[in-house]
């Protein structure tokens, strides 16, 4: 299925990794390229170091096209721009603000540049920036999300923008990706689906409450400080919400979650983690590898969109 984003981004599916902290390492973005799709390296609050050692350590299993997710509030995004263009990374996803300062160092190096959005005019301020793709997220998704859904979301970003648009928030079958393309997407970005995949290094209790939730396990934190985080309900998830109606400080707040991703992922406490899904977590049952995932939805897809 080729698309402006398999041509931008030279990759035989139109299918990106979701760029989630502590979860998208090299085993997996080197997968997920090597399958046909867009691996991408999470640097979420990573130094720019580690980064450099993680891209280094996909270029040795793959030859295959891969990109960094660069989080803008990390406190060395600075020097992890720097370390895209000097170790030849040739795409970058970014979130969590505007990459206008990086741009011209990103073009003058060949760097496709595609920023996640949540809305229609930060969609349009991208274009303008030189962005080659919009990534336009829905609040379904897990994580930190906006208040708009995919299904409005994706295609007002269409009708705005000129570039290509992938749709990310809700996406884990065949039936998600071909409801993308009929919005006018031209590429999925998919996290929550890649999380219990077989290389990915995620804790085996939180691909298990991944693989069991039901349609109604999500819950959205942080609504009353600006700074909502969807992720599957738990004791952290119930406190917090507790917390917050009763109107305690953001500080307070903060606590709660202080390395609690890393609990989830690395140390698999699931009781007191942070368990980033979307709400599309009801709809991913089994753990396969992400040749099999690409594969199983890509054959899904053509057969609907050929109906």
């Known amino acids: 299925m080729n698309t402006r984003i398999t041509e931008l981004l030279e990759i035989k599916y139109p299918v990106i990794q979701g760029g989630m902290a502590w979860v998208a390492e090299h085993n997996l973005a080197a997968a997920v390229s090597e399958a046909g799709g867009l691996g991408l390296i999470g640097a979420g609050g990573a130094p720019a170091q580690h980064i450099r050692e993680e891209i280094r350590q996909v270029k040795a299993v793959t030859n295959q096209p891969f990109g960094v997710n660069l989080m803008l509030m990390n406190p060395e995004a600075d020097e992890i721009a720097r370390v895209i263009v000097e170790e030849g990374v040739k795409v970058v996803t970014t979130g969590a603000g505007n990459p206008g300062k990086y741009m011209a160092m990103w073009k003058e190096a060949g760097v496709k540049v595609i920023p996640v959005v949540a809305s229609v005019a930060m969609a349009k301020m991208m274009e303008r920036g030189g962005a080659d793709a919009i990534v336009a997220e829905g609040m379904e998704s897990g994580g930190h999300i906006g208040s708009a859904t995919t299904m409005t979301l994706v295609p007002q970003v269409v009708d705005a923008v000129s ?5 990310a928030g809700g996406i884990a079958d065949g039936r998600g990706f071909a409801a993308a393309m009929m919005l006018g997407a031209e590429a999925v970005q998919m996290g929550t689906r890649f999380v219990v995949a077989k290389e990915s290094i995620v804790h085996e209790n939180y691909k298990k409450k991944v693989i069991g939730a039901k349609d109604i396990d999500s819950e959205v934190t942080g609504m009353s400080h600006g700074h909502p985080v969807r992720q599957i309900r738990n004791n952290m998830t119930r406190e917090y919400v507790k917390l917050e109606k ?20 690395v140390e698999g406490d699931v009781v007191n983690g942070t368990l ?7 709809l991913v049952k089994k753990e396969q590898t992400c040749a099999e995932m690409i594969q199983e939805i890509m054959s899904e897809a053509e057969k609907l969109l050929a109906r």
Not at 276 to 282: E, F, K, L, V
């Open 163 to 167: 570039i290509p648009v992938i749709a």
């Open 246 to 265: 009763e109107g305690a400080p953001f500080e307070e707040l903060e606590k709660l979650t202080l390395g609690a991703l890393r609990k989830a992922v």
């Open 276 to 282: 980033m899904a979307g709400q599309i977590a009801g």
